[in-house]
């Protein structure tokens, strides 16, 4: 076994989002909304605070989502479906 394959073993699952602090990222909410922004910190309960946030909220009667947006936002880790990275 390669050292990098240990090495990624060792890590857990909370360590991946430490790599994306001060990174854009798309976090999936449960209720059809969606937030992305600048990942200012989180905690082991994947609490995390937003910055240059927007949020999508999904509409079965529409097509387009409804936006909002706000310079930071507490997010509750109890809400997270999924925390994902965006490339620039």
Do not use: W
């Not at 937030?35 to 609490?47: M, P, T």
């Not at 509409?59 to 965006?86: C, H, Q, W, Y």
Request: proline share 3%; with cysteine; glycine share 6%.
């Amino acid at each position: 076994m390669s050292s990098v394959q240990t090495e990624l073993q060792q890590q857990e699952p909370l360590d991946l989002i430490r790599f994306q602090l001060d990174e854009l990222v798309l976090v999936k909410l449960r209720g059809a909304r969606e937030i992305k922004g600048k990942l200012q910190g989180y905690d082991s309960h994947c609490n995390m605070v937003l910055s240059d946030a927007q949020e999508y909220i999904f509409n079965e009667d529409s097509s387009a989502p409804i936006i909002k947006k706000t310079e930071m936002v507490f997010v509750r880790g109890d809400s997270v479906i999924l925390i994902n990275p965006i490339g620039e």
